[in-house]
Nanobody, 126 residues
Framework: QVQLVESGGGLVQAGGSLRLSCSASGRTFSSYVMGWFRQAPGKEREFVATINWSGDSTYYVDSVKGRFTISRDNAKNTVYLQMNSLKPEDTAVYYC???????????????????WGQGTQVTVSS
């Protein structure tokens, strides 16, 4: 079992940056593949990015490639999402997720992830 807590959300102007953090507790953090999802009002939860156990493999949804960077610090039990060049369409609640296997093709399916945080709101104003 792992518990996830996100932080770092807030209100930012278009073109600005935010860094989200997700702190994990419980079983060994390095044994989990980590991911970020987001959910805008009235929309389904959308995959954003994933990172493997060691941090040397990442995968992003096309809409954030070149703007967002996922990273992890296993010594701190934390995964990050650095978000640059933010757009109003990035506005959503952002969720951290964890599971034990890495699969790019299955990363986009929310129901394949085992553990979730409570979410943090990101609002980008135009």
């Amino acid at each position: 079992q792992v518990q996830l807590v996100e932080s770092g959300g807030g209100l930012v102007q278009a073109g600005g940056s935010l860094r989200l953090s997700c702190s994990a507790s419980g079983r060994t953090f390095s044994s989990y593949v980590m991911g970020w999802f987001r959910q805008a009002p009235g929309k389904e939860r959308e995959f954003v990015a994933t990172i493997n156990w060691s941090g040397d493999s990442t995968y992003y949804v096309d809409s954030v490639k070149g703007r967002f960077t996922i990273s992890r610090d296993n010594a701190k039990n934390t995964v990050y999402l650095q978000m640059n060049s933010l757009k109003p369409e990035d506005t959503a609640v952002y969720y951290c997720a964890a599971r034990t296997y890495y699969s790019r093709s299955r990363s986009t399916y929310a129901d394949t992830w085992d553990y979730w945080g409570q979410g943090t709101q990101v609002t980008v104003s135009s």
